[in-house]
């Protein structure tokens, strides 16, 4: 028979036998003795035995250490909800700012909800029509021309909101609205007929510094395609519309064929450089450097 060793369980201090060879085991590798597996569960637990923090339950319950909360401890979502709602309910001690509504609030929030919130915070009609005309006519003033909307995006903004649509806020400014950026012919500051607004404006800003230039020049060997501008030895070419039209793009793809075939000096401008700022210093510095010498820009 084996030999047998009484020794004593470190959680219920009941005593109990083992054997000789399984007692020198646990001697060796430092093992506690544990007289059945719930005693080695209970022993190895390292939180503690609470109280539900509900005085209507008083439940005891285990909780590990890293899920003790300071604030309070309770054996179950229920207990912890009776508990939470009324401590929420206490908080609501303040109005909600709108006037129109009753409802209370956290003394931290303003306002019961974003409906509320806007109520208050939303401009009257009339406002959003003063600050629009007021845009535009400031606009036109400056520039001796009606805006595009995309140069004043704040004014476009109040604009939806106190007439609905753009070219209304222009008619109600007293101007004529350019429904269509494309569409319509337009007459330079030096009497050119433009094909659209945007042509106008880089023939308006070459006049503006004594650059002479012609428009609509039909390419070398060519009788259908035209440039827009010419300015001695640069084609300037403003493609508003690329990438929106397939026959559009087609035809730029073959202006750009003729330049590079006929060695032309080609300058290709876009709505980027108009719009919403005009950059054509930038852009056309080549040609202002040429022709304008007497300005000097960085």
């Not at 400014?173 to 433009?194: Q, T």
């Not at 980027?272 to 700022?277: A, E, I, S």
Request: glycine share 4%; aromatic share 12%; with cysteine.
């Amino acid at each position: 028979m084996p030999t047998l060793i009484s020794v004593t369980c470190i959680n219920c201090k009941k005593h109990y036998s083992i054997t000789l060879k399984r007692y020198n085991e646990s001697l060796k590798k430092g093992w506690n003795f544990y007289c059945s597996p719930e005693c080695r569960k209970e022993f190895r637990k390292t939180g503690k035995l609470l109280t539900c923090d509900n005085p209507d339950c008083s439940s005891k319950f285990y909780r590990a250490k890293c899920f003790i909360n300071e604030t309070g401890n309770f054996c179950s979502q229920s207990c912890a909800a009776s508990i939470n709602n009324n401590l929420r309910k206490k908080e609501l001690s303040k109005i909600c700012a709108n006037p129109s509504c009753d409802n209370k609030i956290p003394p931290r929030n303003t306002y019961c909800s974003n409906k509320c919130r806007g109520e208050v915070l939303r401009k009257s009609e009339s406002y959003y029509k003063e600050k629009t005309l007021k845009g535009i006519n400031d606009f036109v003033r400056s520039h001796g021309r009606i805006p595009l909307k995309v140069e004043l995006p704040s004014t476009y903004t109040f604009s939806r909101k106190g007439f609905g649509t753009w070219n209304k806020a222009i008619k109600a400014a007293g101007h004529m609205p350019n429904p269509i950026l494309f569409a319509r012919k337009h007459i330079a500051l030096d009497g050119h007929v433009c094909d659209s607004f945007s042509e106008m404006i880089i023939d308006n800003w070459l006049y503006s510094y004594s650059i002479p230039h012609k428009i609509n020049v039909h390419y070398p060997k060519n009788s259908k395609l035209t440039a827009d501008f010419v300015v001695g030895d640069y084609w300037i070419e403003f493609f508003g519309l690329a990438g929106d039209l397939i026959a559009y793009d087609k035809n730029v793809q073959r202006k750009l064929r003729i330049a590079k075939d006929q060695n032309l000096e080609l300058i290709k401008l876009y709505p980027k450089d108009l719009y919403p700022k005009n950059i054509l210093e930038k852009t056309l510095q080549p040609v202002l450097y040429h022709y304008a010498k007497a300005f000097v820009f960085v």
